[in-house]
């Protein structure tokens, strides 16, 4: 068959087609297809083991904080096995596992209540600015149109200004 029939066919791109028939020529068994997904290196003794020390904790793996993530993984993965994972394969691993990912509360566990309720009283109100109006705020321009109709006014009826400007 021609390229352009089996493209038809298959409902795909002629130029897929010429790639498959690219590796095909140069490999007799390339169209066979290959595995999606990670490599599964990490056999079943080794991941019961990464279970283990991921369960005691980051710092205890020699991280600075509990935190783990898909980097700190295959860091910890990359030392104890020698097997080294990119952070997507890292997540199927621990998808495989049976782990999921988790979303930080947002608080500190070192939160000390008092002492944030003590400067939210004290501290707070006085760096707290008071708002201070913007330069052409319509109030501002309101009291000075009222100020420039007085002044006008105290100059007498013959000189008073009556441009759209000053009329209130």
Not at 109 to 138: F, V
Request: with cysteine.
């Amino acid at each position: 068959m021609k390229q352009a029939e089996i493209a038809r066919t298959l409902d795909v791109s002629r130029q897929s087609v010429s790639v498959w028939a690219k590796a095909q020529a140069a490999d007799r068994q390339a169209w066979r297809r290959k595995p999606l997904g990670y490599c599964p290196a990490l056999d079943d003794a080794q991941r019961k083991r990464l279970c283990r020390m991921m369960l005691r904790g980051a710092q205890a793996n020699g991280f600075d904080t509990e935190v783990w993530t898909l980097r700190r993984i295959a860091q910890l993965i990359q030392s104890k096995f020698g097997i080294s994972y990119c952070k997507t394969s890292v997540w199927l691993v621990l998808r495989a596992m049976g782990f999921s990912s988790q979303c930080p509360t947002g608080r500190a566990s070192q939160r000390n209540e008092q002492a944030i309720q003590q400067w939210r009283l004290q501290r707070w109100p006085r760096l707290k600015k008071s708002p201070q109006r913007a330069k052409n705020h319509p109030l501002q321009r309101r009291e000075w149109l009222e100020r420039a109709a007085d002044a006008y006014q105290n100059l007498g009826t013959e000189r008073m200004h009556t441009g759209p400007a000053l009329q209130l």
